[in-house]
């Protein structure tokens, strides 16, 4: 009985992870977008927006395959700036200061 009780602690003590939470499962969807031409590069993307921040750090992009964007995270001055743009055209969507 005490074995069965640990069991149950030990699975109950585990964070819960979501389904979509596969490593790699956002840059596997954006290929497969990609492939079927719905999608821009991210290189692309990074080609258009890069040179409109400057003199911010380039922390690096996510992908968000519900909403068919990319959102590039940068930082200047201790200030997070993220910008999300649209996958299927390259346009920026917004900027958050």
């Avoid at 031409?37 to 400057?54: A, W, Y």
Wanted: hydrophobic residues 40%; aromatic residues 6%.
């Amino acid at each position: 009985m005490k074995h069965w009780l640990t069991s149950i602690a030990l699975i109950l003590a585990l964070p819960a992870v979501p389904a979509m939470a596969e490593p790699g499962s956002e840059q596997g969807q954006v290929r497969k977008e990609m492939r079927a031409g719905n999608v821009r590069s991210l290189r692309e993307i990074e080609k258009r927006v890069l040179p409109t921040m400057p003199g911010m750090q380039y922390l690096g992009p996510e992908y968000d395959p519900l909403a068919m964007a990319y959102r590039l995270k940068f930082i200047r001055d201790g200030r997070v700036v993220f910008v999300d743009v649209d996958a299927r055209s390259g346009k920026i969507i917004s900027t958050s200061r």
